[in-house]
């Protein structure tokens, strides 16, 4: 009677379940060329991994060599990042400065001071 319950209850071992990263915004140095020459890659990727063929392997490496050559090019010429200003001159992301209290003075703004930190403990 136990085993017939047992048969009828899933097994133990289910696979796992698969979680997909959605990868947020990219970098801001991430320009038109850099988006067309990841999609150039990932074709040649699938055209690789569908024929196996050394020369489609050849073309999808050379594509990605020339890829990251793009991508560090871009890189430098979009030097160092003051992120505070590149993230206002984004039309998109104005506002979250305001949101996060960037632009207010809160330095006086709480009445904690430290005998009541040490009161309270």
């Known amino acids: 009677m136990l085993h017939d319950i047992a048969d009828q209850?899933?097994?133990?071992?289910?696979?796992?379940?698969?979680?997909?990263?959605?990868p947020g915004r990219p970098t801001l140095w991430f320009n038109a060329?850099?988006?067309a020459q990841r999609r150039k890659c990932r074709r040649l990727e699938r055209r690789y991994r569908r024929t196996r063929s050394p020369d489609d392997r050849r073309l999808w490496v050379e594509a990605t060599r020339?890829?990251?050559?793009?991508?560090r090019a871009n890189k430098e010429h979009y030097g160092?990042?003051?992120?505070?200003s590149a993230v206002a001159r984004r039309r998109d992301y104005g506002a979250p400065l305001s949101l996060?209290?960037?632009?207010?003075?809160?330095?006086?703004?709480?009445?904690?001071?430290a005998d009541g930190f040490a009161y309270f403990s």
């Open 9 to 22: 209850l899933p097994p133990v071992s289910t696979p796992p379940h698969v979680i997909r990263r959605h």
């Open 33 to 35: 060329d850099c988006r």
């Open 66 to 71: 020339r890829r990251f050559v793009i991508y």
């Open 80 to 84: 160092p990042v003051d992120w505070q």
């Open 100 to 113: 996060l209290g960037r632009q207010c003075d809160v330095t006086g703004s709480t009445g904690h001071i």
